[in-house]
């Protein structure tokens, strides 16, 4: 069962779900834009067997704060603070588009923070056509503004992003979704093949592999993550 937690980190307040044998190692899991922890529910009860699972809300996102400033960057600096609010000295880390970006961020400008990386559908970080998105409907579970301020970001990323992919020291897995996704794909391996110690493996259920594909994700992930203890990420919750 998760607990639903929070934490205060450099002012902002964090909330996250924790889920897995206390004395395990950790995991920590970063969601996409404009989703929240609860992403990650159809594999978190799988990778908790073997792992004290942290699925984090980021800023401007589900139950954490929304507190106007947003950057890529103040993201990756939540979740070092995290981290360090937690003490969890180094981790496992795993994150899906929006997250996955964040979470890169986090292992260039301290990689002795990330023992295993996996980057789910993130492409490498290069300028592509701007574009203005359109708010939805009704009420949202994040903060419209942070949206307008990431974008940009999104759209053209600072040169330094992809000049320091190479300061990665974690293993590092990139999961593509294949065909079906709206990311471009030849992005996803040129990100794989930047870092030193990446690869890429593909399962062609587009931008949403762990929810599209769960079992298989879960199972991928499982034997990259923890190879010296065999697959066996067990019944899905």
Do not use: C
Request: aromatic residues 6%; hydrophobic residues 40%.
């Amino acid at each position: 069962m998760n607990d639903h937690r929070t934490v205060d980190v450099g002012g902002i307040r964090l909330a996250y779900q924790v889920s897995g044998p206390p004395d395990a190692p950790p995991l920590v899991l970063l969601h996409a834009l404009g989703m929240d922890s609860s992403d990650w529910d159809a594999v978190a009860p799988a990778l908790a067997r073997r792992r004290r699972v942290h699925a984090l809300d980021l800023r401007g996102h589900g139950r954490s704060e929304w507190p106007g400033a947003y950057s890529l960057s103040l993201m990756r600096d939540d979740v070092l603070g995290f981290l360090d609010a937690l003490a969890l000295d180094r981790v496992d880390l795993v994150g899906h588009s929006l997250g996955g970006i964040v979470a890169y961020l986090l292992a260039e400008e301290h990689p002795r923070r990330v023992h295993r990386l996996v980057l789910e559908d993130v492409p490498a970080p290069r300028s592509r056509e701007r574009s203005v998105p359109a708010r939805p409907e009704g009420e949202l579970a994040f903060d419209w503004d942070m949206v307008l301020a990431v974008k940009p970001e999104l759209d053209t990323p600072e040169a330094k992003w992809l000049e320091r992919l190479d300061r990665i020291t974690a293993e590092t897995l990139v999961v593509a979704g294949g065909p079906d996704s709206h990311i471009p794909q030849e992005g996803v391996t040129e990100l794989a093949r930047r870092v030193p110690h990446g690869r890429v493996v593909t399962i062609p259920a587009g931008h949403l592999v762990h929810r599209a594909e769960p079992e298989e994700f879960t199972r991928t992930v499982v034997e990259f993550l923890w190879p010296e203890e065999g697959v066996d990420p067990g019944p899905r919750a």
